[in-house]
């Protein structure tokens, strides 16, 4: 399946920001800020001439990834005995004018949203017994509590995978990410979650434009985005780039951050 004209817009909003967010920052000139997200409420992103707006407004997007519940852990490190709260943590961000989070997932642990290993979350004793879902939407609350964005990102299929693959499957990545559109597109509490990286890394053997169902990731991020977008209108669909075998253009990977 092609990618729909609402597909293409969605995606090119998306051209403006993804990169910032992998990779920290996003500004125009050395001079601009990275002002808070804004107020909440759903926002209403648009890109026009390589610029990103919210809500009519020229905005910059300044994040960090925080990893964790793509692992066997199943919950965001640093929550240990000991450790830090999500609290503790953005409160620090905000400091540094960070606005908004990528959050890399495991999409096993979204379908089965089992319990979280309490050793894991014992910094925050109100997550005991909470499940993979719940411990993600206190990390997602506390990010809204203070206004920063956040970017949900399959990370691989499964949390014990040593590595992700190369190649998407539709069929099983569609399930998971409908779940997250479902539990967070439509609620209020989840209006600062703007969007889903459809894959991390679609390096190696993933090609683009080829035609070939299997391998083709511009085939198959329109046939994700599309079913995503079904769920959230109003989300922002990230794609990354391939590595190799596009036509004539070989990169080292991270070149290719976005297509």
């Not at 970017?151 to 190649?167: G, I, T, Y």
């Not at 434009?209 to 977008?229: F, H, K, M, R, Y």
Request: proline content about 4%.
């Amino acid at each position: 399946m092609r990618a729909t004209g609402w597909w293409r817009k969605t995606a090119l909003a998306a051209l403006a920001t993804a990169l910032a967010l992998a990779s920290g920052a996003y500004a125009a000139d050395s001079n601009d800020t990275s002002p808070a997200a804004p107020t909440p409420t759903f926002l209403d992103f648009k890109s026009a001439k390589g610029a990103l707006y919210a809500d009519g407004k020229r905005f910059y997007i300044k994040g960090v990834n925080w990893f964790g519940f793509e692992t066997i852990e199943s919950v965001v490190q640093g929550l240990w005995p000991f450790g830090t709260t999500a609290g503790e943590a953005f409160d620090l961000l905000k400091n540094y004018d960070v606005n908004a989070l990528r959050l890399p997932l495991a999409l096993d642990s979204i379908l089965k949203d089992q319990e979280v290993d309490r050793d894991q979350t014992a910094g925050t004793p109100s997550l005991a017994g909470k499940s993979y879902l719940e411990v993600l939407d206190y990390v997602i609350g506390e990010a809204r509590a203070r206004n920063i964005l956040v970017l949900l990102v399959n990370h691989r299929m499964e949390a014990a995978e040593p590595d992700f693959p190369d190649v998407a499957e539709p069929k099983k990545i569609i399930p998971a990410l409908k779940v997250l559109a479902e539990r967070y597109c439509n609620n209020a509490a989840g209006w600062n979650v703007i969007g889903v990286d459809l894959k991390n890394e679609p390096k190696g053997t993933a090609t683009w434009g080829t035609g070939d169902a299997s391998t083709d990731w511009d085939l198959q991020a329109a046939e994700i985005g599309n079913a995503v977008l079904d769920k959230c209108k109003r989300w922002l669909i990230f794609v990354e780039g391939v590595q190799t075998n596009m036509a004539g253009v070989t990169v080292e990977w991270g070149q290719a951050a976005l297509t």
